[in-house]
């Protein structure tokens, strides 16, 4: 599930399904992936196989998330981690808006 007003970047992978690499019969496993309303998924991120990724949320560039994200959070990295920094409460904005291909489309 993808929630609104979200902006997912070029390259981002967002994967339902993998291997348990574990078991001796290589079964596959899954689990859905959610992506909260203003979370910011940046440029050739990889989100992995049940991962909840909250509101407001941002995943760095090249992240690769492997556990949940809790809101408002910015996450980095391989694996990706918490930075120091969080984004404010109320969000209002539309990423769509800041695209300049876009604006024909969106502005009358």
Not at 1 to 11: A, R, S
Request: proline share 6%; net charge neutral; hydrophobic share 40%.
């Amino acid at each position: 599930m993808i929630g609104e007003k979200v902006c997912i970047n070029d390259g981002v992978e967002i994967l339902t399904a993998s291997h348990d690499v574990t078991d001796p019969q290589w079964r596959p496993i899954s689990g859905g992936v959610i992506i909260e309303d203003y979370a910011w998924i940046g440029t050739g991120a990889m989100i992995l196989p049940g991962v909840h990724i909250g509101y407001g949320a941002v995943v760095g560039a090249k992240a690769v998330v492997t556990k949940s994200v809790a809101p408002r959070t910015i996450v980095v990295g391989n694996p990706a981690k918490p930075t120091y920094k969080m984004r404010c409460d109320n969000l209002n904005y539309n990423p769509c808006e800041f695209l300049a291909s876009n604006r024909a489309w969106l502005v009358n």
